[in-house]
């Protein structure tokens, strides 16, 4: 199983951003695909969460209304559209996969693939 995040990068605050997490290696349709990050100093926190077969998400509430969690059966990616940044949303962003989900956690320790980072940085 392989996940690869992409899409991150130097933006001011207000701007939008898309992250990617293109998956490979299993078929993902009864995973939960989930995102989460960690600023510098930080514990990692939950972003979102989206079931692959029902597409229902759950968000962290210092997200929910500005970001959204979809995903692309045919390309089998996640994406996570982020609008209205703001700088305490700078921090590595990681994608991840709990392949046997009873629920959409938000604990990362429910989640057992983990793709490496991308850097969203948002400037004020």
């Known amino acids: 199983v392989q996940l690869q995040a992409s899409g991150g990068g130097l933006v001011q605050a207000g701007d939008s951003l898309r992250l990617s997490c293109a998956t490979s290696?299993?078929?993902?349709?009864?995973?939960?695909m989930g995102w989460f990050r960690q600023a510098p100093g930080k514990e990692r926190e939950f972003v979102a969460a989206?079931?692959?077969?029902?597409?229902?998400?759950v968000y962290a509430n210092s997200v929910k209304g500005r970001f959204s969690i979809s995903r692309d059966n045919a390309k089998n990616t996640v994406y996570l559209q982020m609008n209205s940044l703001r700088p305490e949303d700078t921090a590595v962003y990681y994608c991840?996969?709990?392949?046997?989900?009873?629920?959409?956690?938000?604990?990362?320790?429910?989640?057992?693939?983990w793709g490496q980072g991308t850097q969203v940085t948002v400037s004020s």
């Open positions: 290696g299993r078929t993902f349709s009864s995973y939960v």
């Open positions: 991840a996969a709990d392949s046997v989900p009873t629920v959409v956690a938000t604990d990362g320790r429910e989640y057992d693939y």
């Open positions: 989206i079931r692959w077969s029902a597409g229902s998400a």
